[in-house]
Nanobody, 116 residues
Framework: QVQLVESGGGLVQAGESLSLSCATS????????MGWFRQAPGKPRELVAE???????NYADSVKGRFTISRGSAKNTVFLQMNSLQPDDTAVYFC??????????WGKGTLVTVSS
């Protein structure tokens, strides 16, 4: 059974930083994309940052220059360093994997709250 487990969310003030981690376990045959989405109250889930199978990264325009995605040496972990957090970054952050068989895997999410 595939599991994605996030950690690192919490409550911070505007301008502060947080780091999120995601560890995967189970049998994911091949990872095509791995990264982070978020969902704010009343809004659709949106891509934050991800790695592609070619090793490139995609970032939402709203987080470019503030957030950095990275992967662990074992390739089954992914991190999101979030700097200069703003109240608009408040959301539940989900770890996501898309396999080459086009299966989507999601973590349960971790809440990030940024106060002004």
């Amino acid at each position: 059974q595939v599991q994605l487990v996030e950690s690192g969310g919490g409550l911070v003030q505007a301008g502060e930083s947080l780091s999120l981690s995601c560890a995967t376990s189970g049998d994911i045959v091949s990872i095509m994309r791995m990264g982070w989405f978020r969902q704010a109250p009343g809004k659709p889930r949106e891509l934050v940052a991800e790695f592609t199978s070619g090793g490139t990264t995609n970032y939402a325009d709203s987080v470019k220059g503030r957030f950095t995605i990275s992967r662990g040496s074992a390739k089954n972990t992914v991190f999101l360093q979030m700097n200069s957090l703003q109240p608009d970054d408040t959301a539940v952050y989900f770890c996501h994997v898309l396999s080459f068989s086009y299966k989507n895997y999601w973590g349960k999410g971790t809440l990030v709250t940024v106060s002004s």
